[in-house]
């Protein structure tokens, strides 16, 4: 390798910079830290263009995205209505800090607001942002900690993923995030989540989540279990983290007699749900907010991803009125510089507004369903894939050994990477996949396509898994 070049030179905002790719990457390896993102492929993939359902490379191979940004572009990428709007923000007031308004805050609010207050029995909330997914879920955990009297101590499920800032670490089931990062004295209790094809034989999915609700309540039994206090009539615990669908978890999808039971038991101790939407809101599963589904009203609600389109970040919470409102939570209680940033309201408001104008919620159940028809017929033809479940566009495959059950991690792996070499070849036309893998054990693809698929763009997905799989277990390893 040549050194890299010395950056000094001011680049003309018109003319494109030519580092060849290979260079690129060798600089990558030398000037970038890998611990801001995931890495997994040994050689990471450079990506030139985005449109739609479909990324590009340089040499303009375009690659079906089935997870757009881990559900943070639920409309498609580059989206006319929504880049426009960002366009006429950078116009208008790009910049304004925090202290100040700005009508798109307001309007968004609003909307998001009112959006609760219809679905979930005229509850009263208010709306709060940040940036990132982490940087609300930390806001969120410093609200039930406020409105508890400083209780730290939180539920949450084996499988979930609240994010890896500190906090967030802390409620987030997997040990690995907190392994190097000495003690969190409040490390959430881990909670087992009604994950069927990995629980136990001979149940319903309906009995299975009865069990699991039943051996959650069993821990209020008496004191010596560990987080009640019979006498004082007292929790130990503030409030339990739930995603409604787990994402990062593998898409698993729970009874949907499953939340409402739960929450019986959580309102009877005096326990907050605080129910995290970052990866399954906005649409994913056919409603704006996954728990729609579900018939429980949050008293917490968490969002990012998907409110912007991915565009400019923004993040926030739903509280209900009692919990948010100035005088108990007030002003500057978790303030950031770029918390409600013009560029991600503006975003998020045209987000809103696009969602208003199109039945989302009939679209996205119907073409999920044709997805979910498509994966169970490569289901029958592959036994490697041991399950498959969808909700909406959130839909899930996970690979496995022949016998259909254990897990086959460095088959998934494997076609992550066969998918981005953007080589399979469709009607005499090559193709990438973009594909994202998820799971306890780290061998289930997690599809999150745009809303915006069409049907053609499914089919094209089924052939291009299809023949992955059919690659994969030729070559072998
Ligand atoms: C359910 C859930 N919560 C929280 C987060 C963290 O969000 P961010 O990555 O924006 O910090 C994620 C991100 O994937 C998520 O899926």
């Known amino acids: 390798m040549r050194n890299a070049p010395v950056l000094t030179a001011v680049k003309p905002a018109d003319e494109t910079f030519s580092i060849p790719e290979k260079e690129l990457l060798e600089m990558e390896k030398k000037y970038c830290s890998f611990g801001d993102t995931v890495h997994y492929l040994e050689e990471p993939k450079i990506f030139d263009r985005c449109e739609g359902s479909y990324m590009y490379d340089a040499a303009g191979t375009p690659f079906l995205d089935l997870q757009m940004w881990y559900s943070a572009v639920n409309l498609g990428y580059a989206h006319p209505r ?14 304004v800090a925090s202290q100040y308004l700005h009508r798109e805050k307001i309007e968004l609010s609003a909307m998001l607001a009112q959006h609760m207050e219809k679905k979930f029995g005229g509850e009263k909330g208010r709306i709060h942002f940040n940036v990132g997914g982490s940087q609300a879920v930390e806001d969120s955990l410093k609200i039930v900690r406020n409105y508890t009297g400083g209780k730290s101590l939180m539920f949450a499920f084996e499988g979930g993923y609240h994010g890896r800032t ?14 190097r990062y000495g003690h969190f004295g409040d490390r ?25 609700v039943k051996k959650f309540a069993r821990m209020f039994e008496t004191e010596y279990y560990g987080v009640w206090d019979p006498k ?3 929790c130990e615990y503030a409030a339990f983290y739930v995603e409604p669908l787990q994402g990062t978890g593998g898409y698993v999808i729970p009874p949907m007699n499953y939340f409402s039971e739960l929450k019986k038991v959580l309102d009877k101790y005096g326990i907050l749900m605080v129910v995290d939407e970052i990866q399954m809101g906005f649409y994913r599963t056919g409603k704006l907010f996954s728990i729609e589904h579900f018939g429980v009203t949050p008293d917490v609600l968490v969002f ?18 009692a919990m948010i409102n100035p005088t108990i939570f007030p002003p500057g209680s978790t303030h950031s510089t770029f918390a409600s940033n013009p560029i991600g309201t503006a975003a998020g408001l045209e987000t809103m507004r696009v969602f208003a104008e199109t039945d ?22 592959h ?17 496995c050994t022949e016998d259909g059950f254990t897990p086959d991690k ?30 306890y054990h780290k061998n289930v693809i997690t599809f999150a396509p745009a809303l915006t698929i069409s049907h053609e763009e499914i089919d094209l997905g089924l052939n291009l898994i299809d023949q992955l799989i059919r690659r994969c277990q030729k070559t072998g390893f």
């Open 410 to 439: 460095a088959m998934t792996d494997r076609m992550c990477d066969e998918a981005m070499k953007g080589d399979l070849v469709v009607n005499g036309k090559k193709y990438g996949l973009v594909l994202d893998i998820g799971g």
């Open 360 to 381: 989302f919620e009939t679209m996205v159940m119907s073409k999920g369903k044709y997805f979910l028809e498509g994966l169970k017929e490569l289901q029958k033809k």
């Open 166 to 179: 500190l906090g967030a670490s802390a409620i987030t089931s997997s040990y690995r995030y907190r392994r």
């Open 304 to 321: 990012g991803k998907a409110l912007t389109n991915g565009l400019n970040p923004l993040s926030g919470i739903w509280a209900k009125e």
């Open 188 to 212: 959430a209790q881990f909670i087992e989540f009604p994950y069927l094809f990995r629980g136990p034989k001979g149940m319903t999915k309906e009995e299975y989540g009865h069990e699991c």
């Open 383 to 399: 036994k490697i894939i041991g399950d498959v479940d969808g909700l909406g566009l959130a839909l899930r495959a996970e690979i």
């Open 82 to 95: 929504i880049n426009n709007a960002v366009k006429r923000q950078l116009d208008q007031l790009p910049q």
């Open 232 to 234: 004082a009539q007292k």
